[in-house]
């Protein structure tokens, strides 16, 4: 039977700048490549798990304008359920402008846009009846309404006995203490970073801080630690796995990627090792080439890369 995950964050449209070095405050910096591409990390996600044959149910708000009609396109292409996504008037489909250096790394600027129109009251007993699992975007608990819809959906997610992950970055681990303290005791998974971790529970030393959301319940807590691959950890288990060595090219996505193959590997019951595995080569792969979105690896490719 196909499993289906519904995740709630953010659809934006990314736009990648790749440049040589970042010019002084006030200058001029010359692109030597332009990527146009869906984004926002739940998108990511979402088209992750159906490249993976994962049914995936986005839902979000995007504007109704040029951008939302590419986007929506692509996701529905790559096989992402939009059904859920609404277009709004009077508001702009989210947007991110990504500076990539040689080494890779990128520097996002975002306006999110429509996505935090997203209402508690469009959601329903009916959106969680037949799913296995929610998984939810850290952005999506930063901004009411929809930080109060990502309330509301825990609540009922919870109630029908569904998994419950979440995808912390560095802003929603600053400004949405209040929201993640809420869910943080109802989450089947976390995956974030060893600062976004030691910022929200106020710990000095990742052992404190993996055991601050044990102790609140969580069952899985996935660190991400780039290069050095990842740390995962339960209530009497705890593994450490090494990053594959690859060409770093754009590392947009690549965290994304790796949730997805954790949701994966949680949803088929595989061992820790197992999932840490395949996560890191999922990140491997997408930081390898340029952009996410539909340029995100497909499982022939990872089985392949393994």
């Not at 910022?199 to 069952?219: D, H, L, M, P, Q």
């Not at 949680?266 to 539909?294: E, H, I, K, P, V």
Request: charged share 20%.
């Amino acid at each position: 039977m196909i499993k289906k995950v519904a995740l709630i964050g953010d659809l934006c449209q990314d736009i990648f700048m790749h440049i040589s070095d970042y010019p002084e405050k006030g200058g001029d910096g010359l692109a030597k490549k332009l990527v146009k591409q869906v984004g926002g990390s739940v998108s990511n996600t979402a088209i992750a798990l159906a490249h993976l044959g994962i049914e995936s149910h986005l839902i979000t708000h995007c504007g109704k304008d040029i951008w939302s009609q590419q986007v929506l396109s692509v996701l529905s292409n790559e096989g992402v359920n939009i059904e859920k996504v609404v277009c709004e008037e009077n508001e702009s489909t989210g947007m991110t402008f990504a500076v990539v250096t040689e080494d890779g790394e990128r520097t996002l600027f975002t306006y999110r846009g429509a996505n935090v129109l997203l209402s508690p009251d469009e959601i329903l007993p009916e959106h969680f009846s037949d799913i296995s699992m929610l998984h939810i975007s850290g952005y999506a608990c930063m901004a009411p309404p929809q930080s109060h819809a990502v309330m509301k959906a825990v609540e009922l997610a919870r109630s029908l006995n569904k998994i419950i992950s979440i995808d912390i970055g560095m802003e929603p681990a600053r400004q949405s203490g209040h929201v993640l303290e809420v869910i943080i005791p109802k989450l089947s998974m976390i995956i974030t970073g060893v600062p976004e971790a030691v910022n929200i529970s106020g710990k000095e030393s990742i052992t404190e801080a993996v055991n601050y959301f044990i102790e609140r319940g969580v069952k899985i807590v996935c660190l991400k630690m780039g290069k050095d691959g990842c740390l995962l950890n339960t209530y009497d288990q705890q593994v450490e796995i090494c990053a594959f060595q690859v060409d770093v090219v754009d590392t947009t996505g690549a965290g994304d990627a790796f949730s997805a193959a954790m949701i994966y590997g949680l949803l088929n019951n595989w061992s820790l090792q197992m999932s840490g595995l395949f996560a890191n080569a999922m990140g491997a792969m997408t930081a390898a080439r340029w952009g996410a979105g539909a340029a995100l690896p497909t499982k022939q490719q990872i089985i392949e890369f393994l």
